[in-house]
């Protein structure tokens, strides 16, 4: 079946990075949109980021443009999210998502806790 198992949570101070890995299995890597989406406490789930299976387009959330980056790596199929300068209200779980067509398959969740 597919898995996407995601890691690199975790607790940062403010300024600070982190970068999430989500490898998967069971699934064409490759083939799929692969994408970011958090969700803080008594928010919906908001996207974050998310790139295209071949060209490597992405798309980012206005309020991470500049600091986050998520790339992938087919060979590996695995997408990486690095993030830079972390605020306070970057603050959420972190989840992995892979879409194709009307297939879409999550992780986990890793919590990102960004305090002093």
């Known amino acids: 079946q597919v898995q996407l198992v995601e890691s690199g949570g975790g607790l940062v101070q403010p300024g600070g990075s982190l970068t999430l890995s989500c490898a998967g299995s069971?699934?064409?890597?490759?083939?799929?949109?692969m994408s970011w989406y958090r969700q803080a406490p008594g928010k919906e789930r908001e996207l974050v980021a998310s790139i295209t299976q071949f060209s490597g387009s992405t798309n980012y959330a206005e309020s991470v443009k500049g600091r986050f980056t998520i790339s992938r790596d087919n060979a590996k199929n695995t997408v990486y999210l690095q993030m830079n300068s972390l605020k306070p209200e970057d603050t959420a779980v972190y989840y992995c998502n892979a879409r194709l067509r009307t297939a879409r398959y999550w992780g986990q969740g890793p919590q990102v806790t960004v305090s002093s």
């Open positions: 069971g699934l064409t890597f490759s083939s799929y949109v």
